[in-house]
């Protein structure tokens, strides 16, 4: 923590880091779901909502209802991640904080960016982040009350992980 703030708090102060960080992510965000949707549409075929938890400027909310129209997409984040983004009728944003609040949904999309270039070991770094075997993530979902789970590979290290109550 420099400077008095972890960097989500830098970032709700200068708008120019968080608009280059938040571009960095809509890139990311973008190119994983055209994927995962091309390789793994099943997976979206019986949703009918979803929230993207920090899905910013909802990039990936939007790849997934254009091409599956009937789920009902709802981006959470940060206020000053959402504040601003005009309505487009496709996505519905939510400003808040996910320790806080998650709206109801039947799919909750949390992305994962972990060690992946530069910028994921700096995140690793100033959020305290962890790498997680499949054996921890199945712990983790059976904690949380799941009690089923498929972890669906996208593009590299990177994997669609589905969890059922």
């Not at 949707?37 to 997976?43: G, L, P, S, T």
């Not at 979206?44 to 997934?64: E, K, P, T, Y």
């Not at 209802?65 to 206020?79: E, G």
Request: net charge negative; aromatic share 10%; charged share 20%.
């Amino acid at each position: 923590m420099a400077h008095g703030t972890d960097v989500w708090g830098a970032m709700s102060l200068d708008r120019a880091l968080a608009a280059g960080f938040s571009a960095s992510m809509a890139a990311d965000s973008k190119f994983l779901a055209e994927i995962a949707i091309r390789r793994h549409a099943e997976a979206f075929m019986n949703v009918s909502s979803l929230v993207d938890v920090g899905g910013g400027d909802g990039s990936m909310a939007r790849a997934i209802v254009k091409a599956f129209p009937h789920i009902k997409c709802l981006v959470l984040d940060l206020p000053h991640v959402v504040r601003g983004i005009p309505a487009d009728g496709f996505v519905e944003y939510v400003a808040g904080d996910m320790m806080d609040f998650v709206p109801p949904a039947n799919v909750v999309l949390l992305k994962i960016y972990e060690a992946q270039l530069f910028l994921d070991l700096c995140m690793m770094t100033v959020t305290t982040g962890k790498e997680r075997e499949e054996k921890e993530w199945h712990m983790i979902f059976l904690k949380a009350g799941f009690t089923q789970y498929k972890i669906l590979p996208i593009l590299g290290i990177k994997s669609l992980i589905e969890v059922y109550p």
